[in-house]
C-alpha cells in the first residue's frame, strides 16, 4: 500500500509540468513525420499483457528495420540494443539521453499496470523468449526504472545479468531501496547518461 500511495503522489508531481509534454509532443511532429506517442505492447505482473506508451523516439518503420541490423545486436538474450541506433531521430537521441522518452509510463503507473521502481517490463516478442527462471522478475509489477538502470544499463550486455538485478531487487525489496534508486535516476537522468 505504500509503494502504491507513493506511485500516486510521483504521478501528481509530475502533472505540473505538463508544458514540457506540450514543448515535447512539438518537438516530436516538428522533426519527424508520424505520431507523438509509441504504443508498447509488454507483458506485466505476472505474465498479464497490458499497453504501454513512449514519446517516440524513433522513425515510424523501426520495427520494420529492425530486421536490418539485427545482426548489430549487443545483447545477449531476447533483447534488442546497439550503440548508435540508425532508427532513433536526432529529436529522440535527445529524449532518451534525459529518459523524457519514458514520461508517457506515468500514465501505465497510474493504471496500475507499473510502479515507478521495479523491472522493467519486456515486450511480447521478448517474453515468449524468455527461460523459466527470467520469468520471475514479472512476479512483481514492472517499472519505470529498475535497478538494472542505475547500475550501469549502457555497460551491461549480458541478459541473465540484468536478471538477476532485477530477482535482486525482488528479493530486497523495501521502500528505502526504492528511495535510493530513485535518487539514482535522478542523478544518471540530470547527467544526460541515456541511450
Excluded at 529529436?91 to 493504471?111: H, M, N, T
Aim: charged share 25%; with cysteine.
Amino acid at each position: 500500500m505504500a509503494k502504491r500511495a507513493i506511485d500516486i503522489a510521483l504521478v501528481c508531481l509530475a502533472i505540473p509540468l505538463f508544458p514540457l509534454y506540450l514543448a515535447i509532443a512539438l518537438g516530436i511532429k516538428l522533426t519527424s513525420r508520424g505520431p507523438v506517442f509509441h504504443c508498447c505492447h509488454w507483458i506485466g505482473k505476472d505474465g498479464a499483457p497490458f499497453d504501454g506508451y513512449k514519446f517516440r523516439s524513433m522513425v515510424v518503420n523501426a520495427d520494420q528495420l529492425k530486421v536490418e541490423i539485427e545482426h548489430r545486436n549487443e545483447m545477449s538474450g531476447p533483447v534488442f540494443k546497439i550503440t548508435n541506433d540508425p532508427r532513433i531521430t536526432r529529436f529522440g537521441a535527445w529524449l532518451r539521453r534525459y529518459s523524457l522518452d519514458e514520461i508517457p509510463q506515468l500514465y501505465s503507473v497510474l493504471k496500475g499496470d507499473m510502479s515507478v521502481v521495479g523491472p522493467r517490463p519486456p515486450l511480447v516478442t521478448e517474453y515468449e523468449k524468455y527461460d523459466n527462471w527470467h520469468r520471475q522478475k514479472l512476479l512483481v509489477k514492472p517499472g519505470i526504472t529498475c535497478l538494472w538502470q542505475v547500475s550501469g544499463r549502457n555497460k551491461i550486455r549480458d541478459f541473465d545479468q540484468w536478471v538477476k538485478l532485477d530477482l535482486e531487487y525482488i528479493r530486497r525489496w523495501s521502500l528505502s531501496l526504492d528511495i535510493r534508486v530513485l535518487m539514482q535516476t535522478c542523478r544518471e537522468v540530470l547527467s544526460g547518461s541515456g541511450k
